[in-house]
T-cell receptor, first 108, second 110 residues
Framework: RKEVEQDPGPFNVPEGATVAFNCTYSNSASQSFFWYRQDCRKEPKLLMSVYSSGNEDGRFTAQLNRASQYISLLIRDSKLSDSATYLCVVFGDEKLTFGTGTRLTIIP | DTAVSQTPKYLVTQMGNDKSIKCEQNLGHDTMYWYKQDSKKFLKIMFSYNNKELIINETVPNRFSPKSPDKAHLNLHINSLELGDSAVYFC?????????FGPGTRLTVL
């Protein structure tokens, strides 16, 4: 079983739609959780941290369920500029472990 | 004002050659990393250094040797390059959990 699992997609959604990504992780001792975004041929960039209480940043909402070892990301009112690969990332044992990423394309 | 920089951006070389990639960060972070992203886009950690000391070595072949002359620099030297080494190599730095990545070095071994 992979340490961090994500549906690779691709997800093709119309502009303005709401889209949700999910991720599961295997190490119950993991300490911190993040969503990163990677544009084509660019480096990954931190999108947001993820907390059990849930957190929101504009159109983006992230949620962590430690009991189920499950992380989610919700994007509302999607924009063309949201097209990218979204990486679920878990920090533990002094390192980040990345999921394989979910590719999102927003269609005009 | 680039936070994490890498050189070169592109590297094309023959099998069997030795090459180096340099990384510098001006964020004052204590920890630096090397990652490899393969053709399937899977990003995997290779090495981690904290204050010039190696703390993670993820079963990377001995042909790969990182060197940290000071905590702002982490270079990667690769001996006897193989076809399977072709990938994008990202340097990153952090203080705490979130990391900042360099722009990547696209290595192609012919």
């Amino acid at each position: 079983r992979k340490e961090v699992e994500q549906d690779p997609g691709p997800f093709n959604v119309p502009e303005g739609a709401t889209v949700a990504f999910n991720c599961t992780y295997s190490n119950s001792a993991s300490q911190s959780f993040f969503w990163y975004r990677q544009d084509c041929r660019k480096e990954p960039k931190l999108l947001m941290s993820v907390y059990s209480s849930g957190n929101e940043d504009g159109r983006f909402t992230a949620q962590l369920n430690r009991a189920s070892q499950y992380i989610s990301l919700l994007i509302r009112d999607s924009k063309l500029s949201d097209s990218a690969t979204y990486l679920c990332v878990v920090f533990g044992d002094e390192k980040l472990t990345f999921g394989t990423g979910t590719r999102l394309t927003i269609i005009p | 004002d680039t936070a994490v920089s890498q050189t070169p951006k592109y590297l094309v070389t023959q099998m069997g050659n030795d090459k180096s990639i340099k990384c510098e960060q001006n964020l004052g972070h204590d920890t630096m990393y090397w990652y490899k992203q393969d053709s399937k886009k899977f990003l995997k950690i290779m090495f981690s250094y904290n204050n010039k000391e190696l703390i993670i070595n993820e079963t990377v072949p001995n042909r790969f040797s990182p060197k940290s002359p000071d905590k702002a620099h982490l270079n990667l030297h690769i001996n006897s390059l193989e076809l399977g080494d072709s990938a994008v190599y990202f340097c990153a730095s952090s203080r705490g959990g979130s990391q900042y990545f360099g722009p990547g070095t696209r290595l192609t071994v012919l």
